[in-house]
């Protein structure tokens, strides 16, 4: 009944927000622009956070129409390069002349949409020809189209791979770190000609028993059948995919909030009060990136479960017992892919030697194809957002990446 639970209290919600809506606007035609303090703009700021007290199940836009390379502007246009019932691979087109290093950059599935990496896309643009895998809300998604399991994830890498062409290169962010050092060793175990020429791994699980953080510690303490009764729940009729086993978003931003909940009810006490001074510009920071937050996709449940048994239980790939189409999983194969690894000081989702570790499993490597930074004073989204991610760490993602092209 869970999801049934959320849906009945969203629909009692959607006509509380449509009268903010209408109030808001009712209001707003009143101050006519003023943006001084009053009794009513004041009104107007409880009913904007009134109208946003919701959360949305479609993919945010990604919003770059165009780049600057060089000293021109240039168009940027999103295509679908593959397209499968759970991903589509998207390609920023750009409107240049010159080849660039083709990057494949692999979003986390863990509750949100792939455009929480809209900034590290819009960053990596400028010097490279990007594609991003692009995952689907699994409740949109039909039953018949079948399961999506943990190793139907790393067939998506691979598959994507294949589809971009020899050459290409890796960044993976959190979660998927795992599944891209997968890919990259079955790709490298079965001489696959598309295996990629670098590989960089960013605040990613690779071993959690290393510093586990409070995310590992909940993972590890409950049982899977724990998991699957309290958390997986059934896609409502209304949806295309009605009758599927997922893990809803909703649970996994509930947890995400859990963790620091005073920062975000600090957030929106300071959206309050610059809405009702005036102060746009911050109140609209604010906005952008609760827009984003609170957009949520559901995780097919093989692949939630199957990730939280792999990764955050068995620790599978780093005690060289995950197996991939009945073949062992081994990163020892990997002899030709540079290898990169960037963790946080700071990051209490994916510790610090978590991600690390990916350096102790890919034994084959020469040193020379071996890199490793750990960003000081930054938590897990400083890794692949905001201004340490632009200045300090991308230039040397950039560097392996023309070291290896």
Same mark, same amino acid.
């Given at each position: 009944?869970?999801?049934?639970?959320?849906?009945?209290?969203?629909?009692?919600?959607?006509?509380?927000?449509?009268?903010?809506?209408?109030?808001?606007?009712?209001?707003?035609?009143? $101050?006519?622009?003023?943006?001084?303090?009053?009794?009513?703009?004041?009104?107007?700021?409880?009913?904007?956070?009134?109208?946003?007290?919701?959360?949305?199940?479609?993919?945010?836009?990604?919003?770059?129409?165009?780049?600057?390379?060089?000293?021109?502007?240039?168009?940027?246009?999103?295509?679908?390069?593959?397209?499968?019932?759970?991903?589509?691979?998207?390609?920023?087109?750009?409107?240049?002349?010159?080849?660039?290093?083709?990057?494949?950059?692999?979003?986390?599935?863990?509750?949100?949409?792939?455009?929480?990496?809209?900034?590290?896309?819009?960053?990596?643009?400028?010097?490279?020809?990007?594609?991003?895998?692009?995952?689907?809300?699994?409740?949109?998604?039909?039953?018949?189209?079948?399961?999506?399991?943990?190793?139907?994830?790393?067939?998506?890498?691979?598959?994507?791979?294949?589809?971009?062409?020899?050459?290409?290169?890796?960044?993976?962010?959190?979660?998927?770190?795992?599944?891209?050092?997968?890919?990259?060793?079955?790709?490298?175990?079965?001489?696959?000609?598309?295996?990629?020429?670098?590989?960089?791994?960013?605040?990613?699980?690779?071993?959690?028993?290393?510093?586990?953080?409070?995310?590992?510690?909940?993972?590890?303490?409950?049982?899977?059948?724990?998991? *699957?009764?309290?958390?997986?729940?059934?896609?409502?009729?209304?949806?295309?995919?009605?009758?599927?086993?997922?893990?809803?978003?909703?649970?996994?931003?509930?947890?995400?909030?859990?963790?620091?909940?005073?920062?975000?009810?600090?957030?929106?006490?300071?959206?309050?009060?610059?809405?009702?001074?005036?102060?746009?510009?911050?109140?609209?920071?604010?906005?952008?990136?609760?827009? *984003?937050?609170?957009?949520?996709?559901?995780?097919?449940? *093989?692949?939630?479960? *199957?990730?939280?048994?792999?990764?955050?239980?068995?620790?599978? $790939?780093? $005690?060289?017992?995950?197996?991939?189409?009945?073949?062992?999983?081994?990163?020892?194969?990997?002899?030709?892919?540079?290898?990169?690894?960037?963790?946080?000081?700071?990051?209490?989702?994916?510790?610090?030697?978590?991600?690390?570790?990916?350096?102790?499993?890919?034994?084959?490597?020469?040193?020379?194809?071996?890199?490793?930074?750990?960003?000081?004073?930054?938590?897990?989204?400083?890794?692949?957002?905001?201004?340490?991610?632009?200045?300090?760490?991308?230039?040397?993602?950039?560097?392996?990446?023309?070291?290896?092209?």
């Amino acid at each position: 009944m869970l999801y049934q639970a959320y849906q009945a209290q969203s629909d009692i919600m959607g006509p509380v927000r449509a009268f903010a809506g209408m109030a808001l606007e009712n209001i707003g035609q009143k $101050l006519n622009g003023s943006a001084r303090p009053s009794a009513l703009s004041n009104l107007t700021a409880a009913y904007e956070l009134i109208t946003r007290a919701g959360l949305t199940h479609t993919r945010p836009p990604y919003g770059i129409d165009s780049i600057t390379v060089g000293n021109r502007e240039v168009a940027v246009t999103e295509e679908a390069a593959d397209v499968t019932p759970f991903a589509t691979l998207r390609h920023f087109k750009k409107d240049i002349d010159q080849a660039q290093p083709r990057v494949l950059l692999i979003a986390p599935l863990s509750g949100h949409f792939a455009t929480l990496l809209r900034a590290t896309v819009k960053t990596m643009l400028v010097e490279h020809d990007v594609y991003i895998t692009d995952w689907h809300n699994a409740r949109d998604v039909p039953l018949s189209d079948g399961p999506f399991s943990f190793n139907d994830y790393t067939a998506h890498i691979i598959r994507f791979l294949e589809k971009i062409g020899p050459g290409a290169h890796m960044v993976a962010v959190c979660q998927p770190c795992v599944s891209a050092l997968v890919a990259a060793s079955v790709m490298a175990q079965r001489d696959n000609p598309a295996q990629p020429r670098s590989m960089t791994l960013m605040a990613g699980p690779i071993d959690t028993r290393v510093n586990p953080t409070k995310v590992n510690e909940l993972a590890k303490g409950k049982p899977m059948d724990w998991f *699957e009764k309290k958390l997986i729940a059934t896609v409502p009729a209304r949806y295309p995919g009605a009758g599927r086993r997922v893990y809803p978003g909703f649970v996994q931003l509930a947890a995400f909030m859990s963790m620091n909940m005073e920062r975000h009810l600090k957030a929106h006490r300071e959206l309050y009060e610059n809405l009702a001074n005036g102060n746009l510009e911050k109140a609209a920071t604010t906005k952008a990136f609760y827009d *984003e937050y609170f957009a949520v996709l559901d995780l097919a449940s *093989e692949f939630y479960l *199957e990730t939280v048994k792999l990764v955050f239980q068995d620790h599978a $790939l780093p $005690l060289g017992q995950l197996t991939y189409e009945n073949d062992k999983v081994d990163p020892a194969a990997i002899k030709r892919t540079m290898l990169f690894t960037v963790e946080g000081e700071k990051d209490d989702i994916c510790a610090v030697g978590q991600t690390l570790a990916a350096h102790d499993l890919c034994t084959s490597l020469r040193p020379y194809r071996k890199r490793h930074h750990m960003q000081a004073g930054v938590g897990h989204y400083g890794v692949f957002s905001g201004r340490t991610w632009q200045n300090q760490i991308y230039p040397m993602v950039k560097n392996v990446i023309l070291q290896s092209d």
